[in-house]
């Protein structure tokens, strides 16, 4: 009794089901030994009863397999192998079970092996090329004695994701069961087992990458580029083109190897243009970036053949140019062997501009895929008067080279982002050692003196008054360094999360310096203070801010300056109109100076430039921190300038202009 065929492929159920597989080109030379790996990872794992599930073109492919796969039928009951009956091959559950389909079946153009296991899953699912298999039929006839069997072309999925596997499992038992409908028990114990079915869409997929960790994979990389390496010799005798490959194969190493020594993408798409135009003997070839919403590109990279005009440095339109638009349609590259005869070119008046202006006569673009994401573009002109003459192997190598861009390019952004996120990560480290260490020291000390205060006030009731007064003064300045301590963390805290709410309004700045200025006079007395001095331009217009902040701004610079500069320094206290519609304020000391690589750092979070537990002045490190902050708040500027050490330093902040502030009055300013 014949049984009924299924015309439908497997690989197709599943490109439709996930179509966010991206299907590759193998080799029969390469899918060997990838099936030989994964029939030996299940005889090298631990772990008992894996599914797997075979499926054999014809078989005599799968005589020659039959004794490996008695040895995995040792290892499980839950193994599965399909063929198309030439001999003796029929259904049966000897050893393992069978499911013999008919030649007219789509699993005799298809090639599948999948594993699924506990702790891992792989598979392998690839269809023949019915293109291959008629130029290897051509080339045989032209010369017998070329073995072409190993040079035949496959297109599939090879991966360890396990949802893909599962999908895959799920198809292919499904397909044993209309042969079979007798193992309805069977196979639905392995459903059950490793959960196969329970993924039906893409979105519901999600990809695990669950391996084997006990096994020691050495072996199975070995037989693979064993296998990989004689299916290259094959495919040079086939060719007839040993030198030829030889030079392609260097050209693929030398990318390879600048990948693997820059992650610099400009170093990678420099050195894959050069070569791969130089090798295929191009006029000129360059590779750009491109999206496929881009409507024009810069050209960065470029090989070029003397006498021929550059393009490098010049935008390349994208928005009208067919071949750009087909690529990125079909997702695939196209050549043009003729550019005065092809339609996309004859039709488009740009592109009959661009192929008269850089005089192309053949024409090769390659799109750069990674995970269905286009990354860029590959073209080949050449512009000789006859037609080139594209060879098979050119367009596997261009394909092969965009793909190796296509990895490096995602790569090098990989390290670019982990890079920033080392340095955010190493700001964070420092945040961290510096709070403890300044949250310590200048809690830790306040806290000790006046424990010291408050105990010799408790245990010496006959203290003399006047020394009782001290203790008490001892304290309470104590008190009040800590209670600014976690005022300036509140403080930063609010304004680095958006906690603040602006109230800005227009204001005079003198009204803002004189209100700094008597805030700052209260903390220290009139010995311990610099000679200060203000330079506010006349007609200085009404700024727009929040006037109790900006007063905070003004009090913490001057305060800052006050620490760092002797009593016999000087302040200056400066406010003039800039070029930007800004009104500029400048606070100046003769004090201790800013190193000039240290400008910029200053305005970090607990910068403390003698350490955090060295200085001699106090403080929290966060008084510039906040400031910076509250500069920000109303879309200004704030920077440090110094000559170097002991050469004084200024601090220069912008704030906004009020519109029409001739014509307004100034709002009184509340002092905090």
Known sequence: MKLMSIPTSVLSELLQTLPHLRPQIYFKASLTALSHAMEDQVLAATLKQPLVIASFQRERFYRQEAHRYQRLAQRSNQVYVLSAPETDFTNSSEYYEKIAFELDDGLSQEWHLVVVAQNYATCLVCRESIGSLAKNQQLREMNPSLDMDAARRFEGIWTAERGVSLKAAELLLDRILVYRPELVDKIQQARLRFGIGECKSETEVEPINEYACDIDTDPFVRRLLTYLQASQYKLH????????????????????????????????????????????????????????????????????????????????????????????????????????????????????????????????????????????????????????????????????????????????????????????LEALDRTRSNLIAITGHELRTPLSTIQVCLESLASEPDMPSELQQVMLSTALSDSERMRKLIQDFLTLSNLESGRVEWHPESLTLQECVDLSLSRIRTRFTSQTLPKITTQIAKNLPLVKADGDWLVEVLAKLIDNACKFTPTNGQITIKGERNRNKMVEVTVADTGRGIEPHLLEIVFDRFYQEEGALRRTTGGTGLGLAICRQIVNGWDGEIWAKSNGKNQGSQFHFTIPIAESSQEQKPSKVKSK
């Not at 661009?354 to 512009?383: A, N």
Request: aromatic share 8%; net charge neutral; glycine share 4%.
């Open 237 to 424: 005798k086939a060719y007839r083109s040993i030198t030829a490959q030889a030079r392609k194969e260097r050209l693929v190493n030398t990318i390879s190897s600048a990948i693997r020594r820059s992650l610099d993408p400009h170093e990678i798409l420099q050195v894959a243009t050069q070569e791969l135009g130089q090798n295929l003997e191009a006029s000129r070839c360059f590779i750009y970036r491109a999206q496929e919403t881009d409507t024009k590109a810069v050209i960065k990279h470029e090989f070029l053949s003397p006498g021929r005009s550059s393009l490098l440095g010049k935008t390349w339109s994208l928005e009208n140019n067919l071949l750009f638009k087909e690529v990125v349609l079909q997702s695939q590259g196209i050549y043009v062997t003729n550019t005065q005869t092809d339609t996309r070119i004859t039709s488009s008046q740009e592109l009959r501009g661009l192929v008269k202006k850089y005089d192309i006569r053949s024409w090769l673009m390659e799109p750069v895929f990674y995970q269905g994401r286009l990354l860029g573009i590959v073209e080949l002109h050449y512009c000789n008067e006859s037609l080139h003459n594209w060879q098979a192997g050119d367009f596997d190598l261009v394909e092969a080279i965009a793909t190796h861009v296509g990895v490096a390019l995602i790569q090098a952004e990989a390290y670019a982002n982990l890079e920033d996120l080392n340095k955010q």
